[in-house]
């Protein structure tokens, strides 16, 4: 009975993958046949911003911003189009088309989603690309932004910088990370337990919706507006803007980096920090970074903790604060480097010998971690016992020569635990101590690569299970993890299947957009693996 089910599903998918091939090369026409149609003037010609396999530069565009190459092999769908817009009405004019000629959107701003999710489909699609729309307008009286999505976050640290030294945003730390992306699921960075994620400081944005119409906060309403702000990218629309709320950063911030190895009690320090980190005050960003090295003495194998943390203020604040509440760490006052706040993000991004320049450039080329990767998160509500962290390391040391795992520990606390569950999607708030980020990384596709070191992170995810948040065991739609669930592509979606993955990453949030999602876009025009779905949908 299972097999035959099984056969049966397998027929389906294989008849309609038939009728998509066959219907896809007309629909590729039609498609663009429509969308020369529909804009027929010179001024804002639509020619331009159009790419088929058949424009050299197509490719080079695809590659520009895939930050994982296991979504760039032969195998990897390729989009049909991809519309690179220079005006809202290219984006008007390609959600009409596709509409008409039954072809998939994919939105893409920094291109970092870890499933690929803005640049791959199953089903013929188009890519809507926002580099183009990438312009950062400074209100340095009203300390307020325009951003448009395209923009990276380096680019939105640099363009504030450069009209005032003391604002910024609370934005991801790693500067080619898109805006676009980034406030859609959240958004959290080094001034995240001061004043929020990115997502808690947006006061207004420009979106268009699966009509085409163009709506601001006001017309858009406050539930769609609420969405928005971290529900998840690809789901309500595309966001061609973002009015942002701008922060306060002092002319010296303070940072330092210590690493301690299982010989220099990182098991304990590390056991310590769970107590200390969420603790800290608002003004202190504390990170540690779990990786592999080969210990000094006689090359073995050991595990590396690097304690790590920015503090928004100068040295003489911070190093009596750190020896008061963290005193086992050993810090000496050699540890506290002060620096501008825009060195900061240099260093953490580790181009300290750059000029700030280096963060409008959106290349990849300075990436420490080999190119083929996958993660996973957890949040952590508990401190893990030491004997826990000692399996842990069991695991990170088991990790053969070519790939490289890397576990981030990011404090939570400060605001974070007095902003409202409800107030934004983003759900992990009260008595979350810290998130995880695991990331193992790899240099080739070769000798089952991908399949090996997949299956050693699925291991650690399930080893980690009952040491992290429960029912639901939280994850972070920012870091995009499609072995947590997703929507059945090929048939109905149904709201509990959703309701998996979705209280993972929203916990009871996840009703209310399945609720903003029905009426705004109750056909699912917007979707993905893993896009809130609207009630009562039925795909065939
Ligand atoms: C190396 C690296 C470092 C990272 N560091 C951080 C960090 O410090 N803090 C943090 O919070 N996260 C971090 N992330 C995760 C990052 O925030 C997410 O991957 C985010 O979704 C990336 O945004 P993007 O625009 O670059 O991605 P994209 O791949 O372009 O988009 C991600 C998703 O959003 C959708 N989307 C994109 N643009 C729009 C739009 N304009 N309107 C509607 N939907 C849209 C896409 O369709 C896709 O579903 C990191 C990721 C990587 C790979
Ligand atoms: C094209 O341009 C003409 C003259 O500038 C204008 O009247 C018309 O509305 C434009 N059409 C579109 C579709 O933008
Ligand atoms: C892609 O090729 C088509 C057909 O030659 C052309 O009309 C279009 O302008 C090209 N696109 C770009 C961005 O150059
Ligand atoms: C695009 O990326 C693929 C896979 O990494 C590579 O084989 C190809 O040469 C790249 N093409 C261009 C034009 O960059
Ligand atoms: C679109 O083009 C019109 C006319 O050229 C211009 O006024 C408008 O600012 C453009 N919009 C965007 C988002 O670029
Ligand atoms: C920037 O902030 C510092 C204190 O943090 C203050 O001394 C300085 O005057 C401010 N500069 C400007 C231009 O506001
Ligand atoms: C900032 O740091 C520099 C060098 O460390 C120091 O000389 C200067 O006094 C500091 N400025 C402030 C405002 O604390
Ligand atoms: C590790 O901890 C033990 C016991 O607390 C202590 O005696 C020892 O000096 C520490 N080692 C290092 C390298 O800090
Ligand atoms: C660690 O040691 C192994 C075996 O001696 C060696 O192959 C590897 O390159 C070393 N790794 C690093 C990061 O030094
Ligand atoms: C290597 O050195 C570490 C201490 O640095 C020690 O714990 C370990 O037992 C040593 N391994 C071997 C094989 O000598
Ligand atoms: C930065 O420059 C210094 C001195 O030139 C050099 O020792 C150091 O290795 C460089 N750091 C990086 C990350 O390139
Ligand atoms: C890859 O995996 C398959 C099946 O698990 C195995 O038969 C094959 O030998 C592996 N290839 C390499 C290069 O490890």
Redesign the pocket.
């Known amino acids: 009975m299972k097999s035959l089910h099984r056969s049966l599903s397998l027929l389906f998918i294989v008849v309609c993958s038939l009728s998509w091939v066959s219907a896809s090369a007309n629909s590729h026409d039609d498609f663009l046949e429509c969308l020369y149609s529909y804009h027929p003037n010179e001024s804002s010609s639509i020619t331009q911003v159009i790419y088929t396999e058949t424009n050299s530069s197509y490719l080079a565009l695809l590659n520009s911003s895939i930050r994982n190459l296991r979504f760039s092999t032969p195998n990897t769908p390729k989009p049909l189009v991809i519309v690179t817009p220079l005006n809202i009405s290219h984006v008007q004019a390609t959600i009409y088309c596709s509409k008409k000629h039954g072809l998939e959107i994919r939105t893409r701003s920094g291109g970092h989603d870890f499933e690929g999710l803005s640049f791959v489909s199953p089903v013929p699609f188009v890519v809507i690309d926002l580099v183009n729309l990438r312009s950062v307008d400074v209100d340095v009286e009203n300390e307020e932004a325009w951003v448009q999505s395209g923009a990276s976050v380096g680019e939105v640290y640099y363009r504030i910088n450069e009209r005032s030294t003391n604002l910024s945003f609370p934005a991801a730390v790693f500067r080619t990370v898109g805006i676009g992306g980034s406030i859609s699921g959240g958004g959290d960075g080094s001034l995240f337990r001061k004043y929020g994620l990115s997502a808690d400081n947006v006061i207004d944005a420009q979106l268009v919706d699966a009509n085409g119409r163009v709506l601001d906060r006001r017309s858009m309403g406050e539930d769609l507006f609420w969405a928005i702000r971290g529900g998840g990218g690809g789901s309500f629309g595309i966001v061609i803007s973002w009015k942002i709320k701008l922060v306060h950063v002092p002319s010296n911030v303070t940072f330092f980096s210590v690493g301690r190895t299982l010989e220099q009690n990182a098991t304990q320090l590390l056991h310590r920090w769970q107590y200390v980190a969420p603790n800290l005050p608002n003004d202190v960003y504390p990170v540690v970074t779990i990786s ?3 210990a000094s003495e006689n ?1 073995t ?1 050991t595990v590396l903790a690097t304690f790590i943390s920015l503090f928004q203020g100068g040295a003489d604040e911070f190093f009596p604060l750190m020896q008061e509440r963290f005193p086992e760490l050993g810090l000496v006052k050699e540890d506290f480097i002060e620096m501008t706040w825009i060195e900061s993000l240099l260093l953490m991004n580790g181009l300290s010998n750059e000029t700030s320049e280096i963060l409008l450039d959106r290349s990849n080329r300075y990436t420490i971690l080999p190119p083929f990767a996958k993660s996973k998160s957890d949040y952590v509500r508990e401190p893990m016992p030491e004997i826990a962290l000692q399996g842990l390391w069991l695991h990170l040391l088991e990790v053969d ?1 070519g790939g490289t795992a890397v576990l981030n520990f990011f404090a939570h606390g400060g605001i974070m635990e007095e902003i409202s569950e409800t107030e934004t999607p983003y759900p992990h708030r009260k008595g979350t101590l810290y998130k995880i980020s695991y990331v193992i990384a790899w240099q080739e596709e070769e000798n089952n690569n991908s399949q090996r070191y997949i299956s050693w992170m699925r291991k650690l995810y399930s080893y980690m299970g009952p040491f992290v948040s429960k029912s639901p065991r939280e994850a972070y739609v920012n870091y995009r993890d499609l072995d947590i669930g997703s929507n059945n592509y090929y048939g109905k979606t149904s709201y509990k299947q959703a309701s998996n993955w979705g209280r993972k990453y929203f916990k009871n949030n996840f009703d209310r957009l399945v609720y903003v999602k029905t009426k705004t876009d109750p056909k699912n025009f917007f979707k993905h693996e893993q896009s809130i779905p609207p009630l009562l949908h039925y795909t065939s």
Do not use: A, C, Y
């Open positions: 592999t090295t080969n090359g194998k020569e």
